[in-house]
């Protein structure tokens, strides 16, 4: 398998477990991506005095930004996903 088909192989599992048939999010997808960009600091700043601690936490960003590049999901959003959830 070459490189770029394995690349296109994750990228299409992370769309199809999120998307519908629309090619949109889910609504219970909104939901634990709202729920990851809290837990991960997704649209903040990690910045800690304590370098174990700034790393643990650049980690969990790092996950939650590699799954929204797969989705291609419109980062302007992201901010949205949070907020949808909590209006309805």
Do not use: P
């Amino acid at each position: 398998m070459r490189i770029r088909d394995f690349i296109r192989n994750k990228e299409w599992a992370w769309r199809h477990i999120l998307n519908g048939d629309n090619g949109e999010l889910h609504e219970a997808s909104k939901v634990a991506l709202a729920d990851l960009r809290v837990f991960c600091n997704g649209t903040k700043s990690n910045f800690n005095t304590d370098a174990l601690e700034m790393a643990r936490m650049e980690g969990r960003r790092e996950v939650f930004m590699r799954i929204m590049n797969f989705v291609n999901y419109d980062y302007s959003k992201i901010y949205d996903l949070e907020e949808d959830i909590v209006d309805e």
